[in-house]
């Protein structure tokens, strides 16, 4: 990793200037275990069983070198750091799931879900101040996370006639997070408590919700109407320690979630849809964690337990012409937009990242894909999508950013011969604003594979390569109220791959298992979630 970062004022002028090579290596080891079972009590009955688990354990570290340069390109100061971090992430989960045919038109399925998480983290520091006088530093910390997720939902299906369809249903869930965070710095030989960053954290959230629509087509017309209420509660609780005050705060809300569509199929090639729904994002649990992860001695990420769930109104028009070509035009606006936020503790001389409801985001897009065979060796799907982007309010202040961003991606598949498939792919993205400060410079890759069957047509040997010419860095600005921040990251993206893939027994017909009913609660778990 490599990361040059230029200060400037208000003037454009430079005022300091942050060049830190890193460099990193580690290990990780990825487990994932899935089970399941169908049983079929009466030919109009199922009950099935799934259960998974993963563990993912990480190993690595880092070394670098700040440096600090005056306007005119002197050395100010210079700071090595060298951080060591163990992370371990495991997850286990059980899904019970229940299927019932009542007569022809009439079916019941219900869902129930139970996941557990166990996140930890462990990460040494060390910095030495590289002048004469210098000084060394050395921290700890210990960081595990908890998080219990019960999940349940019952869904009904009622086909009044042959083009007519109606569904009802609930959900509920429960989860509870468990944060903790002890660090230690290293004095006169001995380790001491730090409570200024150590803390405890506890977060419960309850959430309700009953939902209906209406699915009908008529002729070359087809609609749906539906309708969704959800009713959230939760608790947050931060215990305090010798120097720190015990906190506690609970809300309650609930809202409406419209939706529907509507179809016209002008004929047999062309297809004309219009969407519209008002939908809910949460935060993930990890942002709404209020401790400090240390990044480097003046840089600290931090979330917000204040973190409000995003709304966003979504428009769209597809019109599809056969499955070769596809255009949408789209519109959202998104209320309490999530945005990265990069906050100056100017007491403590050090810089936070964390999240924050921004204000408004207004969003307005065009795309194409398309979907073609040029010969019968080559297929190729390819899509552009223009956005242009506007942000406005930041943190209660009067703040606007606006962008106009294109992304090109492109996928082409290729036989060669009878035995060997070839893929090429790759993607292209002009200036993006993903976060309210932070403007992201263009970026893009390339990347190939190609597979061929052995051992009988039992096994597949592949081999990929990622990012071949190593073009996909993260470079750009990021604006403070008196300054801007040049930045430019390489990570290790060029990676090559070989692997071996072997089937035993015979082949059967897949059965689609269900997504349980807790999809939602499980994309909110961050750290390899």
């Known amino acids: 990793m490599y990361a040059l970062r230029t200060y400037y004022d208000d003037n454009n002028n430079i005022t300091a200037l942050l060049k830190q090579p890193s460099y990193f290596k580690g ?19 199922t009950i099935g069983f799934v259960a998974t688990g993963m563990f993912i354990h990480r190993e690595g570290n880092n070394v670098s070198t700040a440096s600090w340069m005056q306007p005119a390109g002197t050395v100010d100061s210079a700071i090595f750091t060298g951080n060591n971090n163990t992370g371990s992430f495991k997850n286990g989960a059980v899904n019970i799931n229940l299927r019932q045919e009542i007569g022809e038109s ?4 219900a869902d129930f879900d139970y996941l557990h998480y166990s996140i930890g983290s462990d990460q ?70 730090d409570n200024t960053k150590s803390n405890h954290f506890i977060y419960d959230e309850n959430i309700n919700a009953v939902y209906t629509s209406f699915e009908r087509k008529m002729g070359k017309l087809s609609l749906q109407a539906g309708i969704r ?82 709304y966003s109104w979504n428009l769209e028009v597809t019109h599809q012409y056969k499955d070769l070509l596809t255009t949408t035009i789209s519109y959202s606006n998104i209320k309490n937009y999530f ?16 999240q924050g409801n921004v204000g408004s985001t207004y969003t307005a897009g065009l795309s194409t894909a398309l979907s073609v065979s040029p010969v019968k060796w080559w297929s190729v799907t390819a899509q552009a999508t223009y956005t242009y982007k506007r ?3 930041f943190n209660g202040n009067d703040y606007t950013s606006n962008i106009n961003q294109l992304n090109l991606n492109a996928n082409n598949q290729f036989h060669i011969g009878k035995t060997y498939t070839a893929e090429l792919s790759g993607f292209y993205t002009t200036k993006a604003l993903n ?24 096994g597949t040997l592949r081999f990929t390569a990622r990012d071949l010419f190593y073009t996909n860095a993260m470079e750009g600005f990021t604006s403070f109220p008196n300054a801007t921040e040049y930045f430019i990251i390489h990570r290790d993206s060029r990676v090559c791959t070989i692997s071996l893939t072997y089937r035993f027994g015979k082949v059967y017909k897949a059965r689609k298992r269900t997504d349980g009913s807790a999809s939602e609660e499980m994309e909110r778990v961050g750290a390899g979630g």
């Open 124 to 193: 040494d520091f060390i910095n030495h101040l590289l002048t004469p006088d210098g000084y060394t530093e050395q921290t700890r910390s210990n960081i595990p996370t908890s998080i219990k997720i019960k999940s349940g939902k019952a869904d009904y299906t009622f086909k009044t006639d042959k083009n007519s369809t109606l569904e009802a249903g609930f959900k509920f869930s429960s989860s509870s997070t468990d944060n903790f965070a002890a660090y230690q710095n290293l004095l006169d030989g001995q380790w001491v408590n």
């Open 27 to 45: 290990t990780a080891v990825n487990n994932t275990v899935k089970t399941g079972l169908d049983y079929s009590i009466t030919p109009k009955t």
């Open 106 to 109: 009439q079916n019941i399925a």
């Open 435 to 458: 976060d309210v400060q932070e403007l992201l410079y263009p970026t893009g890759q390339l990347s190939a594979g190609v597979a061929r069957p052995i051992l009988k047509n039992k």
């Open 339 to 354: 945005s990265q936020l990069f906050l100056a503790d100017t007491a403590k001389g050090i810089l936070l990242y964390s």
């Open 229 to 310: 209420y959800e009713h959230t509660g939760y608790h947050a609780h931060q215990l305090g320690n010798a120097i720190q005050k015990d906190s506690a705060f609970s809300r309650n809300y609930g809202q409406f979630f419209p939706s529907g569509y509507i179809s016209y199929q002008a004929d047999t090639a062309n297809n004309f849809t219009f969407t519209a729904s008002r939908r809910i994002d949460r935060p993930v649990f990890q942002s709404l964690n209020p401790f400090y992860f240390i990044i480097n001695k003046y840089t600290y990420q931090t979330g917000n337990a204040y973190l409000l769930p995003q």
């Open 391 to 393: 942000l406005k309010g």
